[in-house]
């Protein structure tokens, strides 16, 4: 599995590209900003893009879902349900931010924890995590978490935004994503990788040291 990540769009999130070398597929996790970076890159890799996965709603990570889609028009995008609301005011959300609007984003199909996904043989879980926002959720393939705004370096997502809520984000943090093997490497929707282990001792939330 070959990981690429693109910090892209207004505020940088990070875009994912996930590459199969065995079949040559690959999935893209959030679309956060210029569709053409993102097709040069699947380009450079020779792989033929499968889904495009959001981790959830916030404008941020889905301000190229449609620019993708016109590059990509039969590839589907994914999103949980309970995220609609958010892709319904994508562009208020803008507005909250000052920053100009975008056309709602065109999501194909919703997931839930029990939605079957596979990238090659490698089957991608689905872990629902609210509290960023209700329909957040992590993507775990193999040794690799992507957490979107759950769960970032030291630090955690904010919980005042609209379906934000401190104590959904504490109760999926530790009993969701705690849980899991020691060694995964955790994929954040901003800023620089860490690992659950790493998280479980320094988070500043919820690390054994916490600092709240
Ligand atoms: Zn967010």
Known sequence: MIIKKLPLGPIQANTYIVFDENT????????????????????????????????HG?????????????????????????????????????????IDGIEKPRI???????TKLFLGDIEIKIIHTPGHSKGSVCYLLGENLFSGDTLFFEEIGRCDLF??????????????IFILDKNITIYPGHGENTSIEHEIKFNAYFG?????
């Open 208 to 212: 054994e040291n916490s600092r709240y």
């Open 24 to 55: 040559k597929e690959a999935i893209v996790i959030e679309a956060s900003g210029d569709a053409n970076s993102i097709k040069a890159e699947i380009d450079a890799l020779g792989a033929k893009l499968k889904y495009v996965l959001l981790t």
């Open 163 to 176: 379906g934000g809520s401190f104590s959904e984000i504490e109760k999926s943090i530790r009993n969701k």
């Open 58 to 98: 916030h404008f941020d990570h889905v301000f190229a879902v449609n620019d993708v889609k016109i590059l990509y028009p039969d590839v589907k995008v994914f999103i949980n349900k309970e995220d609609e609301v958010l892709i319904q005011n994508v562009s208020l959300q803008c507005a909250h931010f000052g």
């Open 108 to 114: 194909d199909e919703y997931i839930n924890e029990n």
